[in-house]
């Protein structure tokens, strides 16, 4: 009795072996509007080359904190890549990151030189301020009261989305 495979049964893939993986969005590399389908660059600790990833993405930006459920395959023409089944947003835990994220023009009202204010004010508080005690960003200088009510908006607006996005895929629902 021979236990050599058919060529068919050669060619059926196994599951994929699925990983996590987080890192940094460095760059949109395409975007669907229509589909959600993304071509992305990530920065991941501890790994010099940039990682790229594909999948279904509703709304991400460079800088954001991904937090990615997926697995590897081999493209034939564009190499390794990351395909993405799910994902989340992280917060970032350093300085520079919550600086470039808060900087990246995802806030309306907070451009560069206003979140290197407020994280060189709050430091490593600066997330936890703007969600539980945004009055407080009055303290930085050149924030005014009405600023301060356009980067509550934009940070609820935010909130909202991402909220959606997990309920979304918490029941197997393209975020798209």
Not at 85 to 90: C, P
Not at 110 to 115: D, K, L, M, N, W
Not at 125 to 152: A, F, G
């Amino acid at each position: 009795m021979s236990t050599s495979l058919t060529s068919t049964q050669r060619q059926v893939n196994p599951t994929p072996q699925y990983e996590i993986i987080t890192g940094v969005i460095e760059r949109l590399t395409f975007h669907s509007e229509e589909s959600g389908y993304t071509v992305a660059r990530l920065v991941r600790p501890k790994s010099k080359d940039l990682t790229t990833i594909v999948g279904s993405f509703a709304n991400i930006q460079p800088r954001q904190t991904l937090q990615l459920t997926g697995f590897w395959r081999d493209h034939p023409q564009f190499g390794p890549q990351f395909q993405v089944v799910n994902y989340r947003e992280s917060l970032p835990a350093t300085l520079t990151g919550i600086e470039k994220y808060l900087g990246s023009g995802s806030i309306k009202g907070v451009g560069p030189v206003t979140a290197r204010r407020i994280v060189a004010h709050f430091g490593l508080e600066t997330l936890e301020i703007i969600e539980n005690q945004i009055e407080r960003l009055i303290e930085v200088q050149s924030i005014t009261k009405k600023r301060i009510t356009l980067i509550k908006n934009a940070w609820e607006t935010q909130k909202a989305i991402k909220e959606v996005m997990v309920f979304l895929q918490s029941h197997g629902v393209s975020t798209t």
